[in-house]
């Protein structure tokens, strides 16, 4: 199947759940975004230091913060995780979802002035292919071929439907570089991109600046901003990233007014906040799925009755409760509601409250009071809760639970053995927001965080697993993860706990400015 | 005196080699690795080995440890993992600001912890010994964390009066950083603060007892000549020790208030350093704070000598 004409295209990726939206005629005839006023300097308060900015590197959610206004890939997503087109005007995909064609688009400058062409694409890909963190989504590429300056061809060993969901993912992005910036080493990347906003400076541990690229020229085919993509324009002079990470002393920041926004608002600040008529909230519903894993390798949980009796004896709410000060939601799936791959297949295991049937499976189950290791840290607050909440609970049907708790780099490592433990505690985010397959890969191989004995998962979960990136159908692949997932329930593979937001805020002279998986500065503008 | 302390720089050099030959080590048997905190929870394995590669964290221990030591002796402490900057650049960037934060906070404790002292001591027992003494009690009892964010709420968001965070260096602007270096100084000193004034209370009756001190009161010499020239040069030997520790606790302390008012300094580097393990930063800041305490040491040593002409310098009393 090879698509040409953009009406067949969006119809053929849509059958292929891939809704590369492109907005066309109609986008053309609604109004575009205009920048209601143009200056400033927009501060903006972040709760994680930026560790670098290199972007092929590194998967902290801090860098994304600022180099995805920096930056713009072949084809990001949009707010329903969808592919979107980006730099890339069109795709072709042939029938067997070997070779995929991208043509670039054209007038599109780096912020050095230089032309984009297919030969920065293809130096892009190959230098994610050598220092690039998620570089094994790659691993299928057999060929990467430029056969003129705004054609980019791709032909992959074998068929893959979901490619482009792969190089869409905006968790590690395959951001586009300037070719003569592709040898430079891993966490050396200069900061030259194509998007509305170009670095200016980066004092670690304090700020980040950027301004807005002159020459940039918006995406017309959007009418405004789509996830990491769509019509953008870079309203303010400046932007600049401080780094608070103390939450009281970020939003002290905010109500005074020294920064516009604040990355995130906790709990306790959001009631005060609410009531100030200079500081407006959003909200992003879906944020942070809350996650547990067993490890399975290891005695009492290799056990599966075991396990079911554990996710029996889970009361969600209490955990929820305790682990968000009441900022949550429940959520019977390892998708968010809305998303293409959402399902609440197997649900009906999820926050059982059932003590009389955790206590009949450990009866069954041949368990003699072997203790029960939940790993966890105290650097995240909500995490260590909910390994407290879920000891209780596990100890009130006689199971012998006992907290492990060391720092987060610690405790992460010990996670990625098979030994010393028996639930870690950890959350979700972009990954697990991006749908399909790639929200399940950490419980398939070869990733396997529930650690199953000769790394290799359960066979039946694996199965379903590799019929979504096969399926050649968003109707397959939606049906293929609704069986993974309930697979995932009824071996226990990981037990999601519950849903939190994201809660961020902007004074209330601040134009355009919604939350999203990163903060975006484009379209956003202040009023004086 | 000259020679006595180039003694004593010299005897630093294989102390800083064993600290950090320690630091490396423990670094390293400490669970918890660079590439696993990069790479986050639930990464495909083969994609942190290869960030582990890519990061030089494939090498043996030994052969990590011989890279380490050369690289060391050229000057060369590496470059950092999570900064992909070299760490001589970056703890070179930071210690002004943390000196001159721990410098500030030197001085108001040095001015109201003496004063403090002394007048308790001078009206002992009366209500301002009990002001001061409580005063005192509470500074040293009040964490530094707490009492930042309580001084961001005071003068930042109800008077106004200060920035909640940043850092002005105050070669640009001096204003501004006296305005951002205020706070993460007095919430360095306060506690500080009260540990000198108990200090010096204690140690000042202590020597308004002694002979010579009424001998001088009957000489006739006035009560304020007595204090200053009199009192306060004995006064001064067991402080002059303790300022020492204190300005070591001040140096370590900016790990908590440097994270609280957005300060790049030293203590954020070094605590940020560790939650990441990022270990040729640990290593060189490390070697930087022991370096920093021995210079310390050393001055401290001087000035003993220079307050009480008993001790000799070169180590005979």
Known sequence: MTTTGLGLRTAALAGT?????????????????????VGGDLIFGLEARVPMLDQHVTPAGATRNVTMNIFDTLVTRDENMNPLLNLAQSVDISPDFKVYTFRIREGVTFHNGKTLTSADVLASFQRYQRVGFDRSILDVVDSMATPDANTFVVTLKESRPTFMEAVSSFTVPIVIIPSENANAPAQQLPMVGTGPFQFVEFVADSHIRIRRYENYRPDTRYTGLRGFGGYRQACVDTVTFRMLTEAGARTAALETGEIHGSEDVPTASQRRLAGNPNIRLSRLENFWLHITYPNVSVPPTDNLLVRQAIQAAMNMEEIMEASSDGAYRLNPSFQFPGQAYYTDAGGNLYNQRNQARARELLARSGYRGERVQLLTNREYPSMYNAALVMSEQLKAVGINAELLVLDWPAALQLSTTNAGWNF??????????????????????????????????DPEFQQHFNAIASGTTLDERRAAFARAQ??????????????????????????????????????????? | MGRYATKRLLQAIPILALVSLISFGIMKLVPGDPATVMAGPGANPADVENLRRTLGLDKPFLSQLVIFYVNLVQGDLGRSLMLGTPVTDAVIERTPATLAIAAYAMGLTVFFGLLAGVVAAL??????????????????????????????????????????????????????????????????????????ARITRSTMLEVLRQDYIRTARAKGISEFRVIMRHAMANVMIPVVTVIGIILSVLISGSVVVETIFAIPGIGSLLGNAILRRDYPLIQGGLLFVATSLMVLNILIDLLYAYFDPRVRIDGSA
């Not at chain 1, 985010?429 to 199953?452: I, Y």
């Not at chain 2, 301002?128 to 009690?137: G, P, R, T, Y």
């Not at chain 2, 001096?174 to 540990?195: D, E, H």
Request: with cysteine.
């Open chain 1, 486 to 528: 309930a697979r995932a329930f009824d071996q226990v593979l990981a037990i999601p706990m519950g849903v939190m937001p994201k809660v961020q805020a902007v004074r209330a002279n601040v134009e355009g400015f919604e939350p999203y998986f990163a903060v975006r500065v484009s379209n956003v503008s202040i009023r004086p």
């Open chain 1, 17 to 37: 759940a891939m809704l590369l939206l492109t907005a066309t005629a109609s986008a053309q005839q609604a109004q575009q975004f205009r920048c209601p006023r």
């Open chain 1, 424 to 457: 870690f505690f950890t959350g979700w985010t972009s990954v697990f927001a991006q749908g399909g397959a790639q929200s399940l890969r950490n419980l398939a191989n070869p990733a396997n965080v529930h650690k199953p004995p000769n790394n290799q998962t």
């Open chain 2, 123 to 196: 009206r002992q027992n009366t209500w301002v010994d009990q002001i001061v003494s409580s005063i005192a009690l509470i500074g040293v009892s009040l964490p530094n964390f707490w009492l930042g964010l309580v001084m961001i709420v005071l003068f930042s968001v109800q008077l106004g009066w200060l920035p909640t965070g940043g850092y002005v260096e105050f070669r640009t602007d001096p204003v501004g950083w006296l305005r951002t270096a205020t706070m993460p100084a007095l919430s360095l000193a306060l506690l500080q603060i009260g540990l000198l």
